[in-house]
């Protein structure tokens, strides 16, 4: 296939030296503008009709030029479409031609993050679809409508921890919360050390009326186990040497998860062969208290201290011994317990599961750190199960956690003469920052409602706002500052810009906002 792509004076070196990334050989014509993305069809048919297009079988054009661009197939004669935003894309869309299917519209980069996305929720969909089949092997059981194994990414337990001190109303709220980021699971945590039956079943039928998915009772307590079994709890969480008799006389019927501990005599080893003794010590006591669906919780524990290495191993000697049995990790003891961005550690711990065939990752949302953990996993669970079953590196794969990094670099690249040929002044400030007439504003964010707030104060009352602006975005906040008539100088609209642009990233990333004070 012969191959032309069009692009500007200016990107035209950058172009080519993606292209040379590609199996193919195509063509380049840098046309006499500056900024590609600012041609137009119109142009471009202009500046093509001059050129014996007869040997070319298709044309690229920069993905940013805006519009329909077939007018310029039917006034070429050659197939047209829009290829990347940007020049680093194009060794992956050359390299994907013969699969996708281009687009006058839509920037090909666009095609190709969808069809590969695409690819990705249809191998989700056909395991879930397939879940009846997939249900009959040993390796696999069935907690509640949801299906869990090895044939099945890790399922994501969200725990509401303490969740006897809240509401119902609260308590219905995480779990509303939990459930649209993708928790498989809503687990109660009860309070450790106290006894309060009466909550467990409480916050179990809060769940179950506000949402359609498993519910779990995290408990050492047999009094509240029970309570919570009688709420129709789906699956028991800590299950140990102190209590399995006790739990055995009402919850056989459900899953369990059993630990590798006896809290009755204070004994938590931390050895790997310890820790897999006491844990299959567990295992057959379980199995001989009746209990029939069994998961093991090797415990992972925080790093460095007591440290995070050995209980990993643990898990993978025990997958080692046990191939069929399913595996839970609090990966929320890591997580909470980080000083760390959580995206790219929930992206590591859910990998080490995957190799691990572990069934269930745990997690919490306590600290504003840890906050987003749940979508987080949900996401990567996907995405791992996705790289296991291709058998490849969990990498493109249309699925990332990728939030403040990206896979290449995409910035507009320049020609370094532009520099030589054009003047060049340093920016400074001069005058001093001059108050606007109109008044000024104090930038809140409502961060329950997902907005932005902007109060707008004048100068003779500066106790009370004369108006209040709310809005999801920071185009729909200055536009709605700038059309009431709010800002009357350059320098307070630029301000206004700058500083809700940066309470708008505080808000996506769940960082603090304060006002005239950097984010970073």
Do not use: W
Not at 147 to 152: I, P, S
Not at 245 to 274: A, C, I, M, N, Y
Not at 440 to 452: G, N, P, T
């Amino acid at each position: 296939m012969k191959i032309l792509i069009v692009t500007s004076q200016l990107a035209e070196p950058i172009v080519s030296r993606y292209v040379k990334k590609s199996k193919f050989n195509p063509s380049i014509i840098a046309l006499p503008f500056a900024v590609a993305a600012l041609m137009t069809s119109r142009y471009i048919s202009l500046n093509l009709t001059e050129i014996n297009m007869k040997n070319f079988d298709m044309i690229l054009i920069p993905g940013l030029v805006k519009g329909n661009v077939s007018t310029i197939s039917e006034t070429i004669g050659v197939p047209t479409f829009k290829g990347p935003r940007h020049a680093a894309d194009i060794p992956t869309v050359l390299d994907m031609l013969p699969k996708i299917e281009l687009s006058t519209t839509t920037p090909a980069c666009d095609i190709i993050r969808e069809e590969l996305n695409k690819k990705a929720l249809d191998t989700l969909k056909e395991v879930e679809t397939n879940k009846k089949t997939l249900l009959k092997k040993e390796r696999n059981i069935q907690i509640g409508n949801l299906a869990v194994g090895k044939d099945f990414p890790a399922r994501i337990v969200a725990e509401i921890v303490d969740a006897p001190k809240m509401t119902n109303e609260e308590i219905k709220q995480k779990a509303i919360y939990y459930t649209n980021s993708g928790a498989d699971i809503i687990d109660v945590g009860m309070v450790a050390g106290l006894s309060m039956p009466r909550d467990a079943s409480r916050a179990i039928d809060a769940i179950k009326e506000i949402v359609d998915i498993p519910v779990s009772i995290d408990s050492m307590n047999p009094i509240e186990i029970e309570e919570a079994v009688s709420a129709k709890a789906d699956l028991i969480v800590s299950l140990d040497a102190k209590n399995i008799v006790d739990v055995s006389k009402f919850g056989t019927h459900l899953p369990v998860v059993v630990l590798p501990t006896d809290f009755r005599k204070g004994l938590f080893p931390r050895k790997v062969s310890e820790r897999l003794k006491i844990l299959e010590e567990n295992i057959k006591a379980s199995k001989e208290n009746g209990f029939t669906k069994i998961i093991a919780d090797p415990i992972l524990d925080p790093l460095i201290t007591p440290g995070c290495t050995e209980s990993i191993v643990a898990t993978y000697q025990f997958r080692e011994l046990h191939p069929n049995i399913p595996i839970f990790l609090g990966v929320g003891n890591v997580t909470e317990l980080l000083d760390a961005d959580s995206p790219g550690v929930n992206a590591f711990l859910a990998g080490i599961a995957a190799e691990m065939d572990v069934s269930f990752l745990l997690t919490t949302e306590v600290s504003n750190k840890a906050r987003g953990s749940v979508r987080e996993l949900a996401k990567v669970s996907d995405m791992m199960f996705l790289a296991k079953k291709r058998e490849s590196i969990p990498k493109e794969l249309g699925l990332d956690l990728l939030i403040l990094k990206e896979e290449k670099l995409k910035s507009e690249e320049y020609s370094k003469s532009i520099l030589k040929e054009t003047e060049i002044i340093d920016a400074e400030i001069k005058d001093e920052y001059r108050h606007d007439p109109k008044g000024c504003f104090k930038i809140l964010l409502e961060r329950d409602k997902d907005s932005i707030l902007l109060l707008h104060y004048i100068r003779s009352n500066m106790k009370q706002p004369e108006l209040i602006i709310r809005g999801k975005t920071p185009k729909e906040v200055y536009m709605a500052a700038s059309q009431k008539g709010l800002i009357s100088t350059l320098e307070h609209a630029a301000y206004l810009g700058s500083e809700v642009e940066k309470a708008f990233t505080a808000l996506k990333l769940e960082r603090s906002y304060i006002q005239d004070t950097p984010l970073f």
